[in-house]
Every structure is written in C-alpha cells, then in structure tokens.
C-alpha cells in the first residue's frame, strides 16, 4: 500500500504583490521522507516555502498537508498543523541567549513543563548549542546559528520542517551535522522539504529521496534524488 504524501502541492501560482513568481508548481513530499528543491537565485525557492508556511498567499492552485487544503491559511494555523519554516536568515532574537530563544519560539504554548522539556531534549540532541546556552544568538558563528534556528523551528514539534538554504557559506563539518541530523530527523517520521541553490546541490542531495530543479518559477525536473545526482556526476 502506498502511502498519500504529506505534503502535496499542485499546479501553484504565487508571488509578491501582482508579480507571479511560481508558475503551475507541483511536488510532493512524502512522510518520513526528505525532498529537495534546486535551484539559481530567483528561481523561487524562498517563494515556494513562505506560501506553504502561509507567509505568503498563493494565488491558484492547491496546497495541501495531511490531506487538508491549507493554501487560504494563516501562518499561525499552519505552524499548529505541524508544519516549521527556517528562513534563510534565521530570524533570530540576536539579543536573547540560546536557550531564551528556543523558549521564545513557543512563548503562546502554556505548558511550560513540556516547552523546557523539550528544550532539554533538544540540548541533548545539540551538544554545541548546550555548551554555548547562556551566550547572545548574536555572538554564534553563523553554522551554529543555523543549528540554532533549526533547534527552533523543531521547538513547535512540526512533523514538517522547511529549511531556505541550510548550507550556504557553512564550513564541511556543519554541513555534514546538518544532513546527519535531516537523516535522523526522518528516522523519526518527521519530514524535511530544502530548499538550496543548485551549486550546493550535491551536499544536500545526500539526505534526499526526491528532488525537484526550479527554473524561473517552473518545474524543470521531478524525480528521485539519486537520478538527479547521476544526472551531476554524468
């Protein structure tokens, strides 16, 4: 039996104002899987995450997670359905501590038991943001802010996380945590939608079942992820 997708979008127009940046987009991210999105600066990948965390409002087509429309939905609806957004810039509280801002990321949530468990658990889950948990978000070189913003993200217990550019600029041996860590995450049912320029392509790839390249706001490729790293290597 076939597992349904958690994610499926289909035939998506969406874009800033009146200017359409994606133009009849559809892919699928299955559960307990991790997918990949490809593509040059501009092509749309940060467009295509904003719309599915609802930051953005797609204008046509179809999104749908867990088998619910969820296109029309409002950001904070979409976070209480499971479903985390790490922006490419992290939004992170510069000024607070490493733990303060993985408090901070579930401040509306009332049991505040379960919220520093959690962040216990994610402590233990990342041994060097526990060692740097008193010093300012600012003070983190920028590999640990990006641990530091996936740290929060996972905070909401989303079984989908997207990630806008997990890699770029980061040395080799963050770059090898981070695709650990995608691996181990999926291992736990939670599934990874990325989003990373093509460049970076082969790094990321490695976590992937499945990978899609946009070009210009279009589906130019669709299909398992090994395909398309034969495709780099040939």
């Not at 874009?15 to 991790?34: C, E, I, M, N, Y």
């Not at 600066?41 to 719309?51: F, S």
């Not at 939004?91 to 216990?120: G, K, Q």
Request: hydrophobic fraction near 45%.
């Amino acid at each position: 039996m076939i597992c349904p997708p958690l994610l499926h979008i289909e035939a998506l127009t969406a874009g800033h104002g009146k200017q359409d940046v994606l133009d009849d987009v559809s892919l699928s991210v299955a559960p307990g899987t991790t997918a990949c999105v490809l593509g040059p600066a501009g092509a749309g990948k940060t467009t295509l995450l904003m719309t599915v965390a609802g930051l953005l409002r797609g204008k046509s087509g179809s999104i749908r997670f867990a088998g619910e429309e969820i296109r029309r939905k409002r950001a904070n609806e979409i976070v209480a359905r499971g479903i985390a957004y790490v922006p490419h810039n992290r939004l992170l509280c510069r000024n607070l501590s490493v733990r303060d801002n993985l408090l901070a990321a579930v401040w509306r949530e009332p049991d505040r038991s379960r919220v520093e468990a959690d962040a216990t658990q994610l402590f233990a889950r990342f041994p060097r943001l526990k060692a740097l948990a008193t010093q300012r978000a600012s003070t983190l070189s920028s590999g640990e802010q990006q641990l530091l913003g996936i740290a929060r993200a996972l905070m909401s217990r989303p079984s989908l996380l997207l990630i806008d550019e997990p890699i770029a600029g980061l040395p080799p041996e963050i770059v090898d945590d981070i695709v650990e860590l995608v691996e181990q995450l999926n291992r736990q049912d939670i599934s990874v939608l990325i989003a990373e320029k093509r460049d970076n392509g082969h790094k990321v790839l490695r976590a992937a079942k499945y990978a899609y390249l946009l070009e210009e706001g279009r589906i130019a490729f669709a299909g398992e992820a090994k395909a398309l790293r034969a495709r780099a290597v040939a």
